[in-house]
């Protein structure tokens, strides 16, 4: 899979990655309201996504919302025999000593995580005693007024991330907690600076920094660290207990290298929310204290871009694998226009420029496209041919763009090739010679719809 350039997009979504998937096959794709709703339809059918859950019909709204209230959803797979922890739900009304009271009847460390946040939002995992139990309710209290929470044991083993379509395992990873190695010179205040910067980097990363906050303050303190301790050269220090890549977390693929019995885990957790066609399952498992897995949670709108972009590791084209189930009958058009996208972020400014707006992207071609760049000599073109060649490299429905160079002017268009062969049977009557060098290999970066002139 290539990689698309982070300027056709403002932010990597997963309702991105799903509809280019289904425009590159020629489904029409429609955004409602904004970037995250949309409507892809076929020949045969039309679905409604939020993001990347599929919500068509009551069927599909139930199954997303009962994967929203956590204990609902460990109650359903409880019942279909899924292993997962032993928990119990508490709300603001039950009184911390009711809670603790249930705490001394499971065997710590234990987990406290609310009922209705996604992300790893305050959730706190291995709390090993009850005065660390105390500090963490203390905090629960003083950040939510009203709150569901969850107090369960806590489960070893790795933290994985477990992606199902249908009956099937599409890719997984290993989320591992925000940390930084020491190098004897720098505090931890300048080591998580450090990561940081790295983490820019990654298109999926870079908008999820380390923060530090009263979660990693908690952690610090409770291994005998603070902000201004200098960590010795090569030693890991955790600022987490859970892995979320939006807390700071790193990921590596194991799409290959999952357990046969944790995919098996996986699918049936999946099976086990009715109506329920894709989602992650996220599982802890290690081979020798908790070989074959515990489901701690299931997001039915799972994030798409950390298999995309893993820290190490492959990268997974997880959106056609949604758009073979949803749309089996797009599968023969799956191979095509591989490095052709949509500008998603002229999208949004449309859809935020207009309120309860929909907005159908351009059909993309329908057979396989070419790319060819020509370059013509500043002396046989004006303003006015760069207009017309604009205007018929639209009329073809052809995309790229025009922009000027030291010594000429450098066009470049992908469209299908009977096409492209009128646009160039066009360019030699307007410019009335052979005045252009013609190169169908030399332009090999990604080209977003629709045809453009560009202003250097």
């Known amino acids: 899979m290539l990689l698309p350039e982070i300027k056709f997009h403002s932010k990597t979504s997963s309702s991105y990655y799903i509809a280019l998937a289904a425009w590159r096959r020629g489904l029409a794709v429609t955004f409602i309201k904004n970037s995250n709703n949309f409507r892809i339809t076929s020949s045969e059918k039309s679905l409604f996504f939020c993001n990347s859950a599929m ?20 109650q359903l797979l409880a019942k279909n025999e899924v292993s997962v922890p032993i928990g119990k739900l508490f709300t603001e009304r039950q009184t911390d000593e009711e809670i603790i009271a249930y705490a001394q009847t499971l065997v710590f460390p234990v987990v406290v995580k609310p009922n209705n946040e996604s992300n790893g939002q305050d959730v706190y995992a291995n709390i090993g005693s009850l ?69 820019s980097h990654n298109p999926h990363l870079h908008s999820r920094p380390i923060i530090v906050d009263e979660e990693v303050l908690w952690r610090l303190e409770k291994d005998g660290y603070s902000l201004n301790t200098i960590i010795p050269k090569y030693k890991k220090i955790y600022l987490r207990s859970k892995a979320n890549l939006t807390a700071g977390g790193d990921l590596e693929d194991m799409t290959e290298s999952l357990p046969s019995q944790i995919c098996e885990l996986a699918v049936s957790a999946c099976k086990a929310i009715p109506n329920l066609n894709n989602a992650g399952i996220d599982i802890l498992f290690c081979e020798k204290e908790n070989p074959h897995g515990s489901v701690i949670e299931i997001n039915s709108m799972a994030q798409l871009p950390g298999h995309i972009y893993p820290t190490i590791g492959k990268s997974r084209d997880i ?19 591989g490095d052709f996208f949509f500008n998603m972020v002229q999208v949004d400014r449309i859809l935020n420029a207009f309120e309860q707006y929909e907005y159908t ?32 490299a639209r009329r073809l429905n052809l995309s790229g763009f025009n922009c000027a160079e030291d010594d000429g002017e450098r066009i470049v268009i992908r469209g299908e090739s009977l096409d492209v062969d009128v646009f160039i049977k066009f360019l030699k009557k307007l ?24 202003i250097n």
């Open 319 to 337: 959106a056609s694998e949604i758009i073979d189930f949803f749309f089996p009958e797009s599968k023969i058009s799956s191979n095509r226009n």
């Open 55 to 74: 919500i068509s019909g009551a069927q599909g709204i139930v199954a997303h919302n009962s994967c929203k209230n956590k204990f609902l959803t460990k």
């Open 131 to 199: 005065s660390e139990l105390k500090k963490v309710l203390a905090l629960f209290r003083k950040k939510r007024i009203n709150f569901e929470l969850i107090l369960e044991e806590h489960k070893k083993g790795f933290d994985n991330r477990v992606y199902v379509v249908g009956d099937r395992v599409v890719a997984a990873y290993r989320r591992t907690p925000a940390n930084i190695i020491g190098d004897g010179t720098h505090c931890v205040n300048d080591l998580i600076k450090i990561c940081n910067e790295s983490r």
């Open 431 to 454: 410019l009335n010679d052979g005045s252009f060098l013609t190169t169908s290999s030399s332009y090999d970066l990604p080209i977003t719809y629709g045809y453009y002139n560009q």
């Open 361 to 392: 992207l351009s059909p993309s071609s329908v057979n396989q496209t070419i790319k060819m760049q020509f370059f013509i000599m500043k002396s046989k073109i004006n303003e006015q041919q760069k207009m017309k060649i604009r205007d018929e």
